[in-house]
């Protein structure tokens, strides 16, 4: 079974109000995002830039990492009001319209 956005937000909420209790605050979840967009990009960075792993960094896992950033990225969504599923289809009509021609005329992207 796939899980969609809308039923992940809704997992999320449900995981949140049984097991986890409350939510923490908007500014502190913002916070942990922010930890955890920084988790990501140290483990992007080591693998596909230029700096070496640390030990402490090689047992890392990119999947992991980037579902810590989703769940708290859920979690604000929930809090918030906003149903991710509606607005990353607005997303995608905006940069069509916008976008839809601009990158096929960038020479950068030749």
Known sequence: M??????????TDEWIRTTGVRYFNELTNLG??????????????????????KESDKQKDLADEMADVLWVLLCLANQTGVDLTDALEKNFEKKNVRD????KNNEKLR
């Open 2 to 11: 796939e899980l969609t956005l809308r039923e992940a937000q809704h997992k």
């Open 32 to 53: 942990i995002l922010m930890e955890e967009v920084g988790e990501l990009s140290r483990i992007m960075v080591r693998k596909y830039g230029e700096q070496s792993f």
């Open 100 to 103: 839809g021609e601009r990158h």
